[in-house]
């Protein structure tokens, strides 16, 4: 089983960056792919950005490539995204997800066992 929990959301201006952690615990972190997902008010959560467990593949969404970088430190336990020139419409409560079995549907919600508790991340213009 793994646990897990995010941290690093906040308020930021456009053009800034945040980076949000992932520490997962249990056996499996290591043999895990992590995402990230996103809830905007009166929006679905979406998919942000995916890793595979061994870290040698990524995947984003067009809304956020080229900006954001998912990366993943099985060593410690710990997945990273990495947020650069923010825009308002990037304001979202942002999740971690965990998925120990590695599944090529990465983009969708049902895939993922294991959530953080969400963390807020606001863009101010």
């Known amino acids: 089983q793994v646990q897990v929990v995010d941290s690093g959301g906040g308020l930021v201006q456009v053009g800034g960056s945040l980076r949000f952690s992932c520490t997962a615990s249990?056996?499996?972190?290591?043999?895990?792919?992590m995402a990230w997902f996103r809830h905007a008010p009166a929006k679905e959560r979406e998919f942000v950005a995916h890793?595979?467990?061994?870290?040698?593949?990524?995947n984003y969404a067009d809304s956020v490539r080229g900006r954001f970088t998912i990366s993943k430190d099985n060593a410690g336990n710990t997945a990273y995204l990495q947020m650069n020139h923010l825009k308002p419409e990037d304001t979202a409560v942002y999740y971690c997800?965990?998925?120990?079995?590695?599944?090529?549907?990465?983009?969708?919600?049902?895939?993922?066992?294991?959530w953080g508790q969400g963390t807020q991340v606001t863009v101010s213009s």
């Open positions: 249990g056996r499996t972190f290591s043999s895990s792919a």
């Open positions: 890793i595979s467990w061994s870290g040698a593949s990524t």
């Open positions: 997800a965990a998925d120990p079995w590695g599944s090529t549907s990465f983009q969708e919600l049902s895939t993922y066992d294991y």
